[in-house]
């Protein structure tokens, strides 16, 4: 008879945790990281570092024995190219613009990804769920109903319009505004932005269920 493991428990809290966890620093640490080093360094200089948190991010997994994940790369090459480019032509437009550009592609991808049956939201909340390959195991299976496949491609064209939404606005700042407003302003914007994306698709989901008990999409609170 085969030993029985204990699986980690996947909870509303944990769930919330694992997110968090995941998004927090790429919205916190650039705005601090550019006020630390603008006060001894050049703005061009500041705005580079304020951009590196997507490194720190994939030297702090390799730490940790951890794959770079691929939306950690993306943004490394994202990054890498800004400041590639607005250090051989000294302007730092192309480190502010790089959050519109990457909202506005990311946006994009989502909306395409409802339309052809690979939601990017499904994809995205297994891999953010839990660092746990058997948990991620079990919600791929809970997700895989054809109704909660469904519920998956509709998030994914509403977070496509938003982010397209977001990048606009992104683009807009980064041409209006002073670079250490768009650096103070970018992180809280986003933060609300997603945290409103967060709540409207939380709410939209537990209708669902409500309405289709079978759809089990959001973590059970722990007993």
């Keep these: 008879m085969e030993p029985i493991n204990e699986e980690p428990q996947l909870t509303?809290?944990?769930?919330?945790?694992?997110?968090?966890?995941?998004?927090?620093?790429?919205?916190?640490?650039?705005?601090?990281?550019?006020?630390?080093?603008?006060?001894?360094?050049?703005?061009?200089?500041?705005?580079?570092?304020?951009?590196?948190?997507?490194?720190?991010?994939?030297?702090?997994?390799?730490?940790?024995?951890?794959?770079?994940?691929?939306?950690?790369?993306?943004?490394?090459?994202?990054?890498?190219?800004?400041?590639?480019?607005?250090?051989?032509?000294?302007?730092?437009?192309?480190?502010?613009?790089?959050?519109?550009?990457?909202?506005?592609?990311?946006?994009?991808?989502?909306?395409?990804?409802?339309?052809?049956?690979?939601?990017?939201t499904r994809t995205l909340a297994l891999r953010l769920s839990s660092d746990h390959a058997e948990?991620?195991?079990?919600?791929?299976?809970?997700?895989?109903?054809?109704?909660a496949r469904t519920v998956f491609r509709k998030l994914s064209l509403w977070w496509g319009l938003l982010l397209i939404v977001l990048g606009v606005q992104q683009g807009m700042l980064a041409v209006t505004l002073p670079p250490g407003l768009v650096m103070a302003v970018d992180g809280p914007v986003h933060a609300f932005v997603t945290m409103l994306g967060i709540g409207a698709s939380v709410l939209y989901v537990r209708r669902i269920q409500r309405a289709h008990p079978e759809v089990q999409l959001l973590p059970a609170r722990a007993g």
């Excluded at 948990?135 to 109704?147: F, I, K, Q, T």
């Design 12 to 120: 509303a809290r944990s769930h919330l945790r694992g997110i968090a966890r995941q998004l927090l620093p790429g919205i916190l640490l650039p705005g601090l990281i550019y006020y630390a080093v603008s006060r001894q360094a050049p703005t061009l200089v500041a705005l580079a570092a304020a951009s590196s948190v997507p490194a720190l991010d994939a030297v702090v997994r390799l730490l940790q024995r951890k794959a770079p994940s691929p939306i950690g790369l993306l943004f490394l090459v994202f990054t890498g190219t800004s400041v590639a480019l607005a250090t051989m032509l000294h302007s730092p437009m192309f480190i502010l613009v790089k959050s519109a550009v990457i909202s506005g592609l990311v946006g994009i991808a989502f909306a395409l990804s409802a339309l052809v049956g690979r939601p990017l």
């Design 135 to 147: 948990v991620r195991r079990r919600l791929a299976e809970r997700w895989g109903h054809p109704r």
